[in-house]
């Protein structure tokens, strides 16, 4: 019995043919056309008949399938004008015993129209893969590096320094700080001064994630390991930050359980999916961070002690911001050029009340709450210069007397502040209390403040006060 492409009858093979290529020329070595299909015959405005056993050449326009046949290489997807309009056309010697005997061609596309449409059908698939492409690249890349890190002050620039030199070694990493101390940025600029830069940086938020979900999400799971499991099953972050860095934030919140897994793939270099049967080897640097006192919890045994030994081989301690109120306007200028161009703005400064107000609050959200402070101001703000008024009410309240030795400071310590400001100043601040306490009542605040109505409108629409001072 015949067996392969032997066993189809020859009126089936050239149907094939004539399918699957739509159109196709094959010539002997001399470029003599041994065969040509009626859909090609239809495009070149010929037959069957009259082209066969003519010369390429005569039948078909611009074409190279004699030159294939002598050179011997194949040309694909190459540009050839016929009767007007530019096709897509494929073209590949024949081999029989090692030897030319021929070459076939084909018509991919008939004309740009056609090539059009295709792409047309390609672009929807091609998008999707961009976005993916990117979204992938953004979610496991670093963003910040140690330029990003801005501070001058002992104990910050003692981290920094640290930090760069943790970034050249292998050793885990633990970062401890207040929340809103920037400890996630410590930890991208690690990762991207590191050797394993041009692999992933995977983030783990260890609070975020139910613990039922915490396994599944580091580790992975095989497919029907749990009703809902995804078919073929799915990588966990360790899997997919291979050659790379795991950040895992609040890692003083993971519970105790996973604690002990965490200390095996610490231990022995490798993963085990959830409902999977052999373990798997994985290479990742392992960077945690949290605000808790990890000492503290090892003692009321709500940490592993073996684990934070693991971790803590280089410990980092991130200082808050009310220990480096020098750090503060730099901060501050570089959050507003960031706010800036998220709210097509330009030319904000902070007023020298301002700067003073900031470096005298405590910052218990540190730089998290400096950024949201400014935001908000951002959003109040009619002109460029940021005023008390335009500050959250919680800190307005918290206004402490400012000298003037102070207020000179923050402009320039060779300065003198003219009178003139210095009483407006005074000024301002005697209208802002008095609407405080009549709760934005104007006429009431007049009284008070022993001006008329009219003049008390006129300093209000001066010093830009209305209801949102209240």
Not at 392 to 416: A, G, H
Request: charged fraction near 25%; aromatic fraction near 8%; hydrophobic fraction near 40%.
């Amino acid at each position: 019995m015949k067996v392969g492409i032997d066993a189809l009858p020859y009126e089936w093979i050239k149907e094939i043919i004539n399918i699957v290529a739509e159109r196709i020329v094959v010539v002997d070595y001399e470029g003599i056309i041994r065969y040509i299909n009626p859909a090609y015959c239809q495009f070149l405005g010929t037959t069957v008949e009259a082209a066969v056993g003519k010369n390429v050449q005569t039948v078909i326009e611009n074409t190279r399938m004699h030159i294939v046949v002598k050179t011997g290489q194949p040309e694909v997807a190459s540009v050839q004008p016929i009767n007007g309009s530019e096709m897509i056309a494929n073209r590949y010697p024949l081999y029989v015993d090692n030897e030319i005997v021929g070459a076939v061609g084909t018509v991919t596309f008939r004309n740009p129209e056609e090539w059009v449409d295709y792409l047309k059908k390609l672009q929807p698939l091609l998008d999707e893969l961009k976005y993916y492409k990117k979204k992938f690249e953004k979610e496991l890349r670093s963003k910040y590096q140690f330029s990003d890190l801005i501070g001058s002050s002992i104990k910050f620039c003692e981290a920094k320094r640290l930090a760069e030199r943790a970034a050249g070694s292998q050793s885990s990493v633990l970062l401890l700080g207040e929340s809103g101390t920037g400890k996630e940025l410590f930890a991208h600029a690690i990762h991207q001064a590191s050797s394993r830069s041009l692999f992933p940086f995977v983030r783990v938020n260890c609070a975020s994630i139910p613990e039922h979900l915490l396994e599944s999400e580091l580790f992975g799971y095989e497919e029907g390991a749990f009703t809902g499991a995804r078919k073929g099953g799915k990588k966990g972050k360790f899997e997919l930050a291979q050659r790379g860095t795991v950040f895992l934030d609040e890692i003083g919140d993971m519970p105790l359980q996973m604690q002990s897994k965490l200390l095996r793939v610490l231990q022995e270099r490798e993963i085990e999916r959830v409902g999977g049967q052999a373990p798997i080897p994985v290479d990742v640097r392992i960077i945690a961070a949290t605000h808790r006192n990890l000492e503290e919890m090892v003692q009321n045994g709500k940490f592993r002690k073996d684990l934070y030994y693991r971790l803590n081989v280089i410990k980092i301690e991130i200082p808050s911001l009310k220990k480096r109120k020098e750090d503060i306007l730099p901060i501050a200028e570089i959050l507003l050029q960031k706010l800036e161009r998220k709210f097509h703005r330009q030319g904000i400064v902070l007023s020298a009340e301002v700067i003073a107000q900031l470096q005298n609050h405590t910052w218990p959200g540190n730089i998290r709450e400096l950024e949201n402070v400014l935001e908000r101001a951002v959003n109040v703000l009619d002109g460029n210069i940021i005023q008390l008024i335009h500050l959250p009410l919680y800190l307005q309240d918290d206004i402490r007397p400012v000298s003037d030795k102070q207020i000179c400071k923050q402009r320039n310590e060779d300065t003198v502040v003219p009178l003139k400001e210095l009483l407006s100043s005074v000024e301002k601040d005697a209208l802002i209390k008095a609407l405080r306490i009549t709760n934005g009542n104007k006429q009431q605040a007049a009284k008070l403040l022993g001006v008329g109505k009219t003049s008390f409108y006129d300093k209000c629409k001066l010093y830009g006060l209305g209801l949102e001072t209240v």
